[in-house]
């Protein structure tokens, strides 16, 4: 893929130049969305600290913050299902950050490609995406 | 545009299942991204609480809750660049919502067409999208 236009690593002035312009919430944390170079699908939603943006923008791999866990989320690094970040963007208040990738596989726990995948249709609440990898082959080990 | 999937308006209880279905956080609201039907581009990212998503679910007009001011936010009420639901989805965990739209004009506050303008090409901090209103003329009156 050739779409890279984030180039990592960059530079630790770059990085923290990048952090300083982020608007962290009370927690630390900042909302990222993650996208499929290509489709422009969209992936899935989570969070990232100042030391998650570091990791991802020095190795080039995305890196959350789980605030489940309360560390580092090397995303893929249980399930092998791993995004490498092509492009790294901001919004206009700083408060969310996009994340161009490329997803390899399922974005999603439950081993669907995409979170997004409840809906509404003809007045029911539905499921409107398949399984693609089970979730134990995912994460049963 | 005949890819409008979530009928709106939905019916009181379906409205509210969907509110039951997802996990607003200490302050009542979940985040909300907004993507453009078609490109699939990302618009930009806000906040709803269930108020928001019931008047957006009956309106079939997007409604987000504004942190700052703390009151609805009809998207577009001063502006003009409203944002008409094709499609409402939410995540795995109930924490994002997805809404797929058919935007006016811009998104962005700035006047551009989404939030998602701040980037780093050839190791600077940079701007990627040009001013298409100006927010003069979108708020001056």
Redesign the interface.
Known sequence: MSAK???TP??AD?VE??ID?INFNDQGLV?A?A?QFG????L??AWMSADAIRETLSSGQVCYFSRSRGELWRKGESSGQTQALL??????????V?LVVDQIGVA???G?RN???????D???TT?AEVEIEPKKLYGK
């Open positions: 236009q984030t180039k960059l530079s770059v130049a990048v312009a909302a969305i996208q489709s422009n699908e969209i899935m939603m492009d790294f963007r901001w919004d206009c208040d700083g408060d969310t996009l999603c726990h439950t669907r979170c997004f995948f409840n809906a509404v249709r007045g029911e609440i409107i």
